[in-house]
Structure formats: C-alpha cells, structure tokens
C-alpha cells in the first residue's frame, strides 16, 4: 500500500520562496515516476512538475525557471522548491507517483501567494 503525504504548504508573499515535500510510504519509491501537480477552485488539475526514478525532470512552461523538482530516494521523499512566487501560483498542489501502470495521489497541500 502506498501512501503519499505532502507538506510545506503555507502564505507567501509574491517573489517569496517555499518548498514542497512529499514523503512516500512503501518500497517502490526509487523505481517510481513522481510528479507534481496544482489545482485551483473550479478548474481543472495542471501538470507542474515531474522527475523519473533516474532524476530526470521535466517543467511546465509557466514554472521553468522557477520552481526546481528533485528526489532522496534513501528518504523515500521528492521535493519542489518553489522561488519567485506569483499570485497565480496559488493552488492545492499535489504529488503524484506512477509505478506499473498504477498512479497514487497525496491529499495536497495549499500553497497561497498575496501580499
């Protein structure tokens, strides 16, 4: 059984800094895709970030730059450092991981971005 728990969620003020992690449970961590995504009131669940088991990583455009994924796999952990912070990055964010043809979500952590 997998279980994913995020944290790191909080109030920032625009341009300010926080970083993400996310712990996973279980022993398929290091072989395991994990993602992470962002997802405001009445729309729909958007892509943010993503590392593969051997650290590759792939962003959005609207955070290239700016937000950095990376992995511990001794600590079955994937983080998401999050700088220069915009309003419009305000959302729930969630960590996702992809084993086997299986996906496992986390419950979210809310980020907010307002002066």
């Known amino acids: 059984q997998v279980q994913l728990v995020e944290s790191g969620g909080g109030l920032v003020q625009p341009g300010g800094s926080l970083r993400l992690s996310c712990a996973a449970s279980?022993?398929?961590?290091?072989?395991?895709?994990m993602g992470w995504y962002r997802q405001v009131p009445g729309k729909g669940r958007e892509y943010v970030a993503g590392?593969?088991?051997?650290?590759?990583?792939l962003y959005a455009n609207s955070v290239k730059g700016r937000f950095t994924t990376s992995r511990d796999n001794a600590k079955n952990t994937v983080y998401l450092q999050m700088n220069s912070l915009k309003p419009e990055d305000t959302a729930l964010y969630y960590c996702?991981?992809?084993?086997?043809?299986?996906?496992?979500w986390g419950q979210g952590t809310q980020v907010t971005v307002s002066s």
């Open positions: 996702a991981m992809s084993s086997s043809g299986r996906e496992y």
């Open positions: 590392i593969s088991s051997g650290g590759s990583t």
């Open positions: 279980g022993s398929i961590f290091s072989m395991s895709a």
